[in-house]
Nanobody, 115 residues
Framework: QVQLVESGGGLAQPGGSLRLSCATSGITFSWYAMGWYRQAPGKQRSLVASITRDSTTKYTDSVKGRFTISRDNAKNTMYLQMNSLKPEDTAVYYC?????????WGQGTQVTVSE
């Protein structure tokens, strides 16, 4: 059974930091391209950052220089370090795994940036 479990969300002040984790099981993690998506209320889910099997990374423009995606194949886990958080980063953050047409999602973790 494939499981992607996000953790690390919560409440942060503007300018603060959070680190999200996505722990996976049931897949050969190193084969998979991984990504973080987010969905704010009333908006569509959108890609925040992605990391390929060989750790090539991409970011949406609004988080460049503030967020860092990484992976630890030995721990079957992906991370998103989020610094200099802004209120507009408030959303549910989802972990995604994709390989050979197989796509899996986590259940999401809430990130709220507010005073």
């Amino acid at each position: 059974q494939v499981q992607l479990v996000e953790s690390g969300g919560g409440l942060a002040q503007p300018g603060g930091s959070l680190r999200l984790s996505c722990a996976t099981s049931g897949i050969t993690f190193s084969w998979y391209a991984m990504g973080w998506y987010r969905q704010a209320p009333g908006k569509q889910r959108s890609l925040v950052a992605s990391i390929t099997r060989d750790s090539t990374t991409k970011y949406t423009d609004s988080v460049k220089g503030r967020f860092t995606i990484s992976r630890d194949n030995a721990k079957n886990t992906m991370y998103l370090q989020m610094n200099s958080l802004k209120p507009e980063d408030t959303a549910v953050y989802y972990c995604n795994a994709n390989f050979a047409g197989n796509t899996y999602w986590g259940q999401g973790t809430q990130v709220t940036v507010s005073e």
